[in-house]
């Protein structure tokens, strides 16, 4: 399996990522790397970082491509849309679009990834907008697809019914899930709530036909992480901040519960005797376990880890990436958006008596959006 990374542009530069990689390389033996980055110093981490395995056998197993430029995290997106060349992430989608790799991982910049890749990959036919996609935990020991997390901030209501059936696909394929539950994610489940587009999306997911997924109405925010929804859908700046508030919500449970069970030696030894249940709760909420994000709808695969990713948390990334090599996601989606072609249930425009939530609304601007 050939894989494509972007050593560059996370917030801990190629240490990172050249970390991550090499904990992936241990996990997947079939794995062919390519990575994209300044030659001379992706070399000499790789050598400094391989542990026990020699720079030669190394390098056996991957490829080193000179990308002297970067993207950095505050490059405007268009600013890099006008002039990529010899910079990593293009060196990197470049090898995904020719077919030189299977997918491609990077933890940089996000508005100029979306930018590049809608340019260079493009979408599957019919797909009005890539969403950002990722799993998050749920209470009851599974997870919940959320997106969109930043590809589009500015969205029409069928660009959520797009997104629906992306999350849903991504459920049955990936996970396994026969019927996935889809939700919009809302600020009440009353049929008055919510901004027009959301009420719009509604209305157009209560009235398609088929059976690939079971639309359950609407979800407020407290609700993500209940295990009633596979997928929760909104734009991409709700769900971008709610993803990050609860990644930060995460972070301070964990944090405070260390702190707790370390103030006084009593609970230090509860501590010990409590230890498996705490390393398996720390497990479920780790954001770490949870890194990498898929950019559903490209013709080919794309996964955005975390700007401030660790080693660790990047090879949860490219684990992300290989599973959806593994089911050929994006050949999925092509299949199934090809059929609703003919029947179309995807961005269609119906409306029923569902008095529940929605109604029939216009929705906002259709212009480019990207999240940086």
Known sequence: MRIAIDAMGGDFGPRATIGGLLLALKRHPELKPSVFGPKAEL???????????????????????????VVLQSTPPMEAFEDPSATSLYGMLA?????????????GNTGALVALARRELGSVPGISRPAISTAVPTRKGGRCYLLDLGASVDVHARH???????????ARVVDGVAVPRVALLNVGIEASKGVARVREADALLKSRGGSDFDYIGYLEGDAIFSGSADVVVCDGFVGNAVLKASEGVAQMLMKRLQETFESHWSTRLVSLLARPALMRFKAQLDPVRHNGASLLGLNRIVVKSHGNASAQAFAF???????????????????A???????PVISSIVTDDRVDSGSCDTAGSDGPSFQG
């Open 43 to 69: 070399r000499s981490l790789v050598s400094e970082l391989g542990g026990g395995a020699t720079e030669a056998s190394l390098l056996e197993r991957l490829e080193l491509v000179d990308a002297p430029r």
């Open 95 to 107: 090898a995904v679009r020719d077919g030189e790799a299977d997918a491609g991982i990077t933890c």
């Open 317 to 335: 990334a490219i684990d992300r990436a290989v599973r959806e090599v593994e089911v050929g996601l994006p050949d999925h989606l092509r299949v």
């Open 337 to 343: 958006w090809s059929q609703n072609a003919a029947t």
């Open 160 to 170: 959520l019914v797009d997104f629906a059936h992306m999350g849903a696909l991504m």
